[in-house]
């Protein structure tokens, strides 16, 4: 991971982690002229670090991540904002995440299937991963 120091990056393997597999949203987001035109299909993976011993002892929703509402940050995100570039998209979502208070790490798997036709490939994908 980009930037950390050896403590850091020792800490986050130990860290515990959530993730959410396959949040769907449309967005328009592309350098080509036609993908301008219409919303196309985006699937995410994300993957979050973050200490669970708080939720463990207190058995409530309060002291995790709630997957709804993460999930519901990435697709609004996706929704809401239009950049040309998938590493864009993907910066952006990773931002989002962040500014989740208990979140210490993020990853993020950005799939464009539409860009995938004109790749002659069933899917194209980015995977970018940032920390606090």
């Not at 987001?29 to 011993?53: I, K, P, R």
């Not at 708080?54 to 904002?81: F, Q």
């Not at 864009?88 to 931002?95: D, G, H, I, K």
Request: hydrophobic share 50%; charged share 25%; aromatic share 4%.
């Amino acid at each position: 991971m980009k930037g950390l120091t050896q403590a850091q990056y020792e800490s986050l393997l130990t860290a515990d982690r959530i993730e959410i597999v396959g949040i769907t949203a449309e967005g328009v987001h592309g350098v080509y002229a036609d993908e301008a035109l219409a919303a196309q299909a985006f699937v995410v993976d994300v993957t979050m670090w973050l200490n669970t011993d708080e939720a463990v002892a207190r058995d409530e929703l309060a002291s995790t991540i709630d997957y709804v509402s993460a999930s519901r940050v990435v697709r609004e995100v996706v929704e809401s904002s239009t950049v040309r570039l998938v590493e864009s998209l993907s910066a952006a979502v990773c931002e989002a995440i962040l500014a989740i208070p208990a979140v210490l790490a993020v990853r993020t798997t950005m799939h464009k299937p539409r860009a995938a036709r004109d790749a002659h490939a069933t899917d194209v994908s980015l995977t970018m991963t940032r920390t606090r």
